[in-house]
């Protein structure tokens, strides 16, 4: 008995240290190459393009679409390096790093002297503000739950497939985000509700943002700004990445002006659009 | 070796007795601390209120020395319960919910857990509306207002709070003692790895104040002049934002939350005392400390 046994746990610790090492080596390998920017340009740190929409992070897009919105000249390194708070996107911007997305634009914002809010009064500064919030501290969340707890996982797994993962790295993906998105879910406290308690929160939050958007091209009125760019990078994975979700249903029955929104933002911001996504010609705007 | 061919057996020696002495000593200690959380949970479940029919039974954490709860959710959820003029009983044993959350109601036997669903129940059940004389676009700001003050800003609180130094947090919990030492230290380990997974705890105390800062002027800045947040008349969002911004004012003595709305912030100072005197006419009855209430 003791043989089997011992080939079996052999197998086991075997297969373990294979994973470990793959992790490794594609980590030394991201890590390898060092990109050098010209002066006054903005390495812009993230992980690769996403196949619908030029990323799979809302931070990521939401940060781009500001380097575009604000006409910084920007490079992208797309190696999968992370910061040192493990966090992505980031920049370099003359030897200086700063990381987290909103960091990053205050960042920017303070030393190039930009403010695309500059149109908006105080109060509308305010309320752009809790948008935003409202986007990336709560509905957010329960993007993650359905993409990487609950039955989204099966786009992921087809997501990953078409980004050319190879199996075993498909598969850790998934298993060690879904683990630490159930336990960071947990934490933050949406975790702790029902699948149906989290949907009735998505539904809360996307009414809001179609609510107060109503009939305006752009959050806060004709002119685009600073919150344009967050809730179009968080609205537009439920467009392009979400595919059967209930946040994807709801946007394309009941919440039209959010689809028009995300069209009008990608059509102004991204004209490259089909040369920054992994699969050109089926983007999902129907 | 005995005459009979069997192996004697030798006596444990010395060193090993006192190692099993130790051994038994952090056991023993482990179990006494385990017995002890036990008990103070099990305390809690003991009683079994009834109450009253069409009567809410608020279960929530002891009072604060200076405001009602030291937790924003309950805070807000018993100002709701007077907004809308619910009856209600309180039961503060401390009891908490299947989820592992506090506050919770009981309401004609059915149970609902977590502030804001507790609420869109009792909005249902009993058909209120708090919000009705807002329109579309002004609920829409209120909720985004709301998830900004509960979902960002109460994570910069619980760091301010629990992050670091736990002296001033500890003069604020309704417990004493073993339990206040054990508690107060329990509830920082939790919190700061829900930080962590949430994403702010990997930022600075710097930039964690900075993220609370621009959420209490962007509060401030949208209140302007208004008594309440959304105008004249108070809506379900006056109660999120009085029970979360009440904290800072009351509980949170030196911390540069409360200094930056003391001296820079002061409508929403006014608005907390407004809130205050409006629903809470028997505040001095609903905290600890009454001779020493704060609001200066």
């Not at chain 1, 998105?181 to 702790?192: I, V, Y």
């Not at chain 2, 503060?92 to 299947?98: A, H, L, P």
């Not at chain 2, 407004?274 to 009855?285: A, L």
Request: proline share 5%.
């Amino acid at each position: 008995m003791e043989g089997p046994e011992g080939f079996s746990w052999a197998v086991k610790i075997g297969g373990v240290l294979a994973a470990v090492t793959a992790m490794y080596a594609f980590v030394r390998r991201r890590n390898r190459y060092k990109k050098i920017a010209p002066k006054d340009t903005v390495i812009l740190y993230q992980i690769g393009r996403g196949p619908y929409a030029p990323s799979v992070s809302p931070f990521a897009l939401k940060l781009e679409t500001y380097l575009r919105m604000a006409d910084i000249p920007y490079e992208n390194d797309h190696s999968f390096k992370y910061s040192s708070k493990g966090k992505t996107p980031w920049i370099e911007y003359n030897g200086v790093k700063a990381e987290d997305s909103q960091f990053c634009i205050e960042y920017l914002n303070d030393k190039l002297g930009i403010n695309l809010n500059r149109h908006l009064s105080v109060e509308d500064q305010a309320v752009a503000r809790a948008l935003q919030k409202m986007t990336e501290e709560n509905l957010y969340w329960t993007n993650c739950l359905w993409l990487w707890v609950y039955e989204g996982r099966e786009q992921m797994k087809r997501l990953s497939l078409l980004l050319g993962m190879s199996f075993l790295m498909r598969t850790l993906m998934i298993y060690m985000i879904g683990r630490s998105t159930s336990k960071n879910a947990w934490g933050h406290g949406m975790g702790r509700h029902s699948r149906d308690e989290v949907v009735g929160i998505m539904e809360g939050d996307m009414k809001a943002l179609s609510q107060y958007l109503g009939t305006k091209s752009f959050m806060m009125g004709d002119q685009p700004c600073e919150v344009d760019c967050a809730i179009f990078g968080m609205l537009a994975q439920i467009v392009w990445h979400m595919e059967g979700s209930p946040h994807q249903r709801l946007v394309k029955e009941e919440l039209p002006n959010l689809l028009e929104y995300c069209l009008r933002m990608k059509d102004r911001f991204w004209p490259d659009w089909d040369r920054c996504i992994m699969v050109p010609g089926k983007s999902k705007d129907d | 070796m005995c005459k009979c061919g069997r192996q004697r057996i030798q006596p444990p020696k010395k060193m090993e007795r006192e190692e099993v002495l130790s051994w038994a000593l952090k056991i023993g200690g482990a179990l006494a601390v385990v017995a002890t959380m036990y008990t103070f949970m099990r305390r809690g479940k003991r009683t079994k209120r009834i109450a009253p029919k069409d009567t809410v039974v608020l279960y929530q954490i002891g009072r604060g020395p200076y405001a009602p709860s030291i937790s924003p959710f309950p805070l807000k959820l018993e100002t709701y319960l007077r907004m809308a003029k619910i009856p209600y009983e309180n039961d503060q044993s401390g009891k908490f919910s299947s989820k592992g959350k506090t506050p919770w109601i009981e309401y004609n036997g059915q149970i609902v857990e977590d502030s804001q669903f507790c609420i869109e129940y009792l909005n249902d059940k009993l058909g209120i509306d708090l919000n009705a004389h807002l329109n579309a676009e002004q609920k829409a700001v209120a909720r985004a207002l709301q998830k900004m003050t509960e979902e960002n800003l109460y994570w910069s609180i619980c760091y301010e709070s629990f992050g670091n130094d736990l002296s001033r947090v500890e003069t604020v919990m309704p417990y004493k003692g073993l339990k206040l030492w054990l508690g107060t230290r329990i509830l920082a380990y939790k919190i700061k790895k829900e930080l962590w997974g949430h994403g702010i705890g990997r930022h600075s105390s710097d930039q964690i104040l900075h993220i609370g800062s621009g959420d209490i002027k962007a509060l401030s800045v949208f209140l302007g002049k208004k008594p309440f947040m959304m105008g004249e008349h108070p809506s379900e969002v006056d109660c999120a934002i009085f029970g979360m911004v009440g904290q800072m004012l009351w509980h949170m003595e030196g911390s540069p939350h409360q200094k930056l709305l003391k001296e820079e912030l002061s409508n929403l100072v006014d608005f907390c005392v407004r809130m205050k005197e409006r629903y809470w006419p028997d505040w001095d009855k609903c905290i600890t400390k009454p001779d020493k209430t704060k609001d200066d």
